[in-house]
């Protein structure tokens, strides 16, 4: 590994240690993905050294890379196994599915800025994500085709939950979404299984707005 590898190779330990373990994040599917993916190469090389800090960063369009501690926050809360199909809605730097890629069969994911699109495309494909599917549209619609999922994330806040999505979870299945007004959202699991649906509330969260014919209008 040559001498830059290695230097964010140490930054991504120390974010894994000091930002996602100990606040509580235990499950060992989870950190060892966030151990591995190379956070610095899904953001522009102006931010490379920022990339492992506590914090959100641009990622151009108005648009951002989630804090590391709610990627690894929300990727636990899906609960996911190696054999799931997961739609992610919300591609942006590519970063969130690509840590989710690290743990299961496929991930599909959905982008409605064309620029995020193709930029998140060409990482995958440098960095050799054979398991991910890029699409360019509306994800509010859910991705009908490739339905049912076993877990469904959203990572941009809704004005409530689109009743599309629940229908294309799997039995068993889980979705978290961010849910609220603008400003803030509160970060809600639902699990589905033969009894119906389950909520629970993880908590505040502050995400860009999810827009489209489902969420937000423009
Ligand atoms: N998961 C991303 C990552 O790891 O970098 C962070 C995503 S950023 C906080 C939210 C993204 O959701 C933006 O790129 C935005 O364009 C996208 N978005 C908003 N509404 C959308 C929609 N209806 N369908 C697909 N993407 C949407």
């Known amino acids: 590994m040559d001498k830059t590898a290695l230097k964010y190779e140490r930054m991504r330990k120390e974010m894994v240690e000091n930002q996602i373990i100990s606040r509580g994040i235990t499950d060992p599917k989870v950190i060892a993905a966030m ?35 709610i990627v690894a926050e929300m990727t636990q809360a899906l609960n996911l196994n190696e054999e799931d199909r997961v739609l992610e809605i919300g591609t942006g730097s590519g970063y969130q599915a690509a840590v989710i890629a690290e743990i299961v069969y496929r991930v599909y994911t959905i982008e409605r800025i064309h620029s995020l699109y193709i930029r998140a495309r060409a990482i995958f494909d440098s960095l050799q994500y054979h398991n991910i599917v890029t699409r360019y549209s509306d994800g509010t619609l859910g991705w009908a085709a490739e339905s049912p999922f076993d877990a469904i994330i959203v990572t941009a806040g809704a004005p409530v939950i689109p009743d599309i999505l629940i229908s294309q979870l799997a039995k068993g299945g889980r979705l978290v979404i961010p849910v609220g007004n603008q400003n803030t959202q509160e970060l809600i699991r639902l699990y589905r299984d033969e009894k119906g649906i389950h909520q629970t509330n993880l908590g505040g969260c502050r995400f860009v707005k999810l827009i489209g014919e489902q969420g937000w209008k423009e």
């Open 35 to 69: 151990l591995k993916v190379p956070r610095h190469l899904f953001v522009s090389d102006a931010l490379m050294d920022q990339a492992y800090g506590d914090f959100p960063l641009p990622i151009g369009e108005q648009q951002t890379i989630s804090q590391p501690y």
